[in-house]
DNA sequence: TCGCACATGTAACGCGTTACATGATTAC
DNA sequence: GTAATCATGTAACGCGTTACATGTGCGA
């Protein structure tokens, strides 16, 4: 009825690249797919006891958990297994909610200039955001070289890059369609 | 606590266009917020009988109701007043999850030919909403060339056929990245 | 010794989707 | 008459966020 929970096959594919803590699933996300995917605690621990339990991960003996009682979590055979059926299968396409863009379409509600500040400060966010990107690829190309994952990374990346582009692009000129359409 | 509902909001907006019932409401939002925004038949009748009961909107009534029993409802001036409110507040950013995205974004652990199908699906999808946009562009400008909504309108439906334009481009670029990475 | 980053979790809450349910009107 | 579209709702379900709770180890 309601949709699957995709929170899992996340934590698979993280699970894929490398053994990982919680901890590291966490921040690896939000390192490199921030742009397109984000977790929250809320689901990452449930999930990954989840997982545990089904028998598709299995955490390191806690001796081997190192120091500040991290839990190193290992893909099984299974867990190998049920990513790789979910990633054959085609993706669902999530419903989408751009808070920004709805308020423009009701911009007409609002004064111009009101709506030109609101471009400005979107225009500014994407530039950092922008630079972000370009600076995590660089830093990617320079610490994986070999890995077999680099290039589906940089996909990923350049997918974040072309997109933050046209939307600053969109933004210039928009900033300018409200320009002239005031006078 | 949990995020606030916004579909009043998307509501209220579509009511400050034009008065309309909850079927007219959805459909509006089908045609013209498809690319950034949706609704569910199950938020959207609740949504309405709850904005009524707080006010916010009024149901013509039953006899002007026109056949079939729809509904027309009407913005109050107190739910002007609230999505006034609502829509000079900053947009929140939803947390995006691109299941696509991340399909791809673990695609080591598939073949190199399933990953260019998967862009070449995807490629094919974008052709088929970029007309869409394109057409609807067209559309707006002959339907309404007076509203004062439509610099916004279009605005938003810039924003859609750029970043489509920017995926389309995209996928060209991974797709022959990957052929060239096969040899 | 004080604060920050590391590290793992739980509970409340309600949003949003899906599926179900129902009936009227129009067009062929 | 019968299918499609118009039209309005309800109920189940669980996903996902937010806030809370707790403790460790390292560096300044």
Redesign the pocket.
Known sequence: ???????QYAILGMLSIAPM????IRATIKKSTANFW??????L??A??MLTKQGLVVCAAAKDC??????LYCLTQQGRQALQTWLELPPENQ?I?NELLLKLFFGANLSSSMNQERLALYRYQLKIQLNDLLMTQQDLQRRFPDSTHLPYWLMSLRYGIRLTEAKLAWCETEIEHLKRLEQ
Not at 1 to 7: D, F, G, L, P
Not at 66 to 71: D, M, N, P, T
């Open positions: 009825m309601a949709k699957e929970n995709k929170t803590s919680g901890y590291d984000a977790e929250s605690d809320g689901q621990y449930p990954l006891a190192g120091a500040r009682g991290k839990k419903s909610r």
